[in-house]
């Protein structure tokens, strides 16, 4: 199974997310996809499971939860924008879900690209795919068997 993991969209679908996502499952989305447009583009590539973040339009922080648990191939997997928590603070986000203790956290906010372990959990922030402030980014999380792999792949 392969998720493609995308954060802080901002209204922007650019092809190269298209070309990149082409063979995904689902969509994890970690926040600040801004409208209902761009949610719309993103569920043509596949079906989209979200949470919202501080730049989401209402209609979308009405839709989806500001923290998500999914399992997925015995895999257990929390989603959450972060902006709730210094920018791209790991320390702080492996606090806040140390008694969940989920197997890999995906977080975004800080448009920086992350991939670090912190007290046995994998934090994974896949940049910007909308480029805004960085080199558009999004993430491939590949699962089999209670097992993952996850890698940042450039827009």
Not at 53 to 78: K, S, Y
Not at 93 to 104: E, I, K, M
Request: proline letters at 5%.
């Amino acid at each position: 199974m392969q998720i493609g993991i995308v954060s802080d969209t901002h209204d922007r679908v650019p092809a190269s997310l298209h070309e990149a996502l082409r063979d995904v499952d689902e969509i994890v989305h970690c926040g600040d996809i801004c409208r209902d447009v761009a949610l719309v583009e993103l569920e043509t590539i596949a079906p989209v499971a979200a949470v919202y973040g501080n730049c989401d339009a209402m209609a979308l922080v009405e839709r989806f939860p500001e923290e998500l648990v999914l399992d997925r191939a015995g895999v257990t997997i929390a989603v959450i924008h972060g902006h709730r928590f210094p920018r791209g603070s790991t320390q702080h986000l492996a606090h806040h879900f140390r008694s969940l203790g989920p197997d890999l956290v995906l977080f975004g906010h800080s448009h920086i690209a992350i991939s670090e372990v912190v007290d046995g959990m994998r934090f994974f922030n896949p940049g910007t795919a909308g480029g805004l402030g960085a080199q558009p980014s999004a993430g491939i999380l590949t699962l089999a068997n209670g097992s993952f792999e996850v890698a940042h792949v450039r827009l």
